[in-house]
């Protein structure tokens, strides 16, 4: 017979060893299946009128099998939520992911909310929650400036002007149009129109037949600035055109042939036929025409007059020219750098369509003497 020291001992082990059995049986048992849910980013912040857009991850834990539906609360007022896909299926050990975009008005309040998303799958739910902040809208300006301010030329030939763009939160393209004043048989171009970016040329070829007079033209941009508002822009400008000015030739070639992204000034010589010294002002190049090669041709390889940008001069004014002589622009003292030049554009369509092509430029200004 054992002492009873020794079968209490025996007694405390028993229950040592029952304890330790149990821990291991609840050990053992499998957990429960459910789901736990991810988003990134964790917040997105968006001008009022804009969308947010996040990604939901789903994935299963312990084993969990099932459609899993999804929603989104604590929007903010005029804010909407949209999943795609709106639920996921998973099978054991799973992840899945959905898109979350949401969506503000104009209305929405300015500020930063919490948005709850929610995974459902019958009685079984799980939450994460995604920042969001909603900030003013950026005020919107368009302005347009044009130079020069006015050109002086006789009937039949082309003034060229420059239209600048100033944007503020306005990235969208501008369309240019000429509002009245025009003088008859004359037409206007501008290019690029419209364009997204700050600049574009305006060129006015008027008709040998109009009749001498000072024509104000007021330009206009238009375009939608991102609230979907369409604004405006203006610029005047002025056309002179004079008949008695004194006659005198403008000639120039490239320095060199042109490539895409390659730019050549002009150095243009100026012959004056008069006995006396004239004074030369508004110089304008234009390219009248682009000959293709005949191989681009039979290849149907593109290429036209956008694909080439003129630079008009940019030096001073007036250029004298002597009486019965010719002078060049380096010859008349003006840097290369004011020199009129003709670049080709680098695009992916005009590499080969454009190689060899052949440029007709033409020449404009107006002469006065004494």
């Known amino acids: 017979m054992p002492s009873r020291r020794a079968a209490t001992q025996l007694l405390i082990a028993g229950l040592l060893l029952l304890l330790t059995a149990a ?27 804009q969308s947010a857009g996040y990604t939901v991850t789903v994935t299963s834990t312990g084993g969990f099998t099932g459609a899993v539906s999804l929603s989104a609360s604590g929007l ?8 795609s896909p709106a639920s996921v299926t998973l099978t054991a050990g799973s992840t899945a992911s959905t898109a979350l975009t949401v969506s503000t008005s104009s209305t929405t309040p300015i500020g ?43 009937p039949g030939s082309t003034a060229v002007f420059t239209v600048q763009l100033t944007r503020t939160n306005f990235p969208g393209p501008v369309t240019f149009g000429i509002v009245g004043g025009l003088p008859p048989g004359a037409t206007a171009a501008f290019t690029p129109n419209p364009t997204t970016g700050n600049s574009s040329t305006l060129q006015i070829t008027t008709s040998a037949t109009t009749n001498d007079g000072t024509y104000p033209l007021s330009l206009v ?11 405006y822009a203006y610029a005047n400008v002025q056309l002179v055109l004079v008949t008695s000015g004194k006659p005198f030739s403008i000639s120039g070639n490239l320095s060199g042939p042109l490539a895409p992204g390659v730019t050549r000034p002009l150095d ?15 110089l304008t190049v234009t390219i009248q025409s682009v000959v293709r090669t005949s191989y681009a041709v039979s290849h149907n390889q593109p290429c036209g007059l956008a694909d080439y940008k003129v630079t008009q001069y940019g030096g001073s004014y007036p250029l004298t020219v002597p009486g019965s002589g010719s002078a060049s622009l380096s010859g008349l003292g003006i840097p290369s750098a004011g020199w009129p030049k003709v670049a080709m554009l680098d695009t992916a369509t005009n590499q080969d369509g454009c190689k060899g092509a052949t440029l007709t430029l033409a020449y404009s200004g107006s002469g006065q003497g004494s």
């Open 268 to 282: 243009l010589m100026l012959t004056n036929p008069n006995k006396k010294q004239i004074s030369v002002t508004n």
């Open 23 to 49: 821990g291991l049986a609840y050990a053992a048992q499998p957990p429960k299946p459910g789901i736990t849910l991810g988003v990134s980013p964790a917040g997105q912040s968006v001008t009022r009128g």
């Open 112 to 154: 930063s909310v919490t948005i709850t998303i929610k995974g459902v799958s019958g009685k079984l739910s799980e939450t994460v929650n995604a920042g969001l902040t909603v900030n003013a809208p950026l005020s919107s300006t368009l302005a347009m400036t044009a130079t020069p301010a006015s050109v002086t030329l006789a």
């Open 76 to 83: 903010p007022s005029g804010a909407s939520a949209a999943f």
């Open 221 to 231: 941009g238009s375009g939608q600035n991102p609230a979907g508002v369409t604004q």
